[in-house]
């Protein structure tokens, strides 16, 4: 598994979203990272991939963020996205123990490429966020087993709980959580969530550019909204 591109105490970050109700529990903040040594073929976050061109940002000024929308009551937790989460497992974990030392009972849910077991024999770094995770969606997108479930995008891809905060919510309904879509305040359309079509991606660049609209290719700092 690579490593990210930000030195100790950064993170190579794509983007981020301040409140998103469709990639995990409850209402959250989301942190997609930069970069991913694998290649999923129908990948919606292409834009992530490359570990070079992802924006640096300091730990401490990303948890001071979410410190902050937990302690007014906009989010519950945080989602890890990418880009590979595990790719910058470090960075990840201090910036869970920072949030955490204001707001313990703050959440965090991450997606990996790799599957849950690969994590547990991964780096001493990896297991480190694996332990500060409460769920985890695990294993590579799968085109051809494309399935419109919570959470995610493919039917090989498990929602494990890692702790009991979220355990109840297995027995739930296994189906898709649907997709966010919103404007910013300059104007900038966005969207989040796990698409429940195959070739998703693909469809809204076409729609749109045959419309001449264009999504906000980058973040552009904490309380943002990105693409
Ligand atoms: S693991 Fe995720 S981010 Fe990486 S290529 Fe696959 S779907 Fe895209």
Do not use: K
């Amino acid at each position: 598994m690579s490593a990210g591109a930000a030195g100790a105490g950064m993170l190579s970050v794509a983007r981020t979203l301040d409140r998103c109700g469709v990639l995990g529990p409850g209402v959250r903040a989301v942190v997609w990272v930069q970069g991913c040594p694998l290649r999923c073929r129908g990948c919606v976050a292409a834009e992530t991939l490359p570990f070079e061109g992802g924006t640096p940002r300091a730990v401490g000024e990303l948890a001071d963020w979410l410190a902050g929308l937990a302690e007014d009551g906009t989010v519950e937790g945080v989602t890890l996205s990418g880009g590979e989460p595990f790719g910058q497992p470090e960075a990840l974990a201090a910036l869970l123990d920072a949030v955490r030392a204001r707001m313990p009972e703050f959440t965090a849910m991450a997606y990996s490429g790799f599957r849950h077991e690969a994590l547990l024999r991964g780096t001493p770094g990896q297991r480190a966020l694996l332990d500060r995770l409460d769920l985890l969606v695990d294993g590579p997108y799968v085109a051809a087993r494309h399935a419109p479930l919570r959470w995610r995008g493919s039917a090989n891809q498990r929602l494990i709980a890692l702790t009991g905060r979220y355990a109840d919510l297995l027995a739930g309904p296994d189906t898709s959580a649907g997709l966010e879509v919103s404007l910013g305040p300059d104007g900038a359309l966005s969207w989040a969530g796990v698409p429940p079509v195959p070739d998703f991606r693909a469809r809204l660049d076409a729609r749109l550019a045959a419309r001449g609209i264009t999504l906000r290719p980058a973040d552009e700092g904490p309380g943002r909204r990105g693409p």
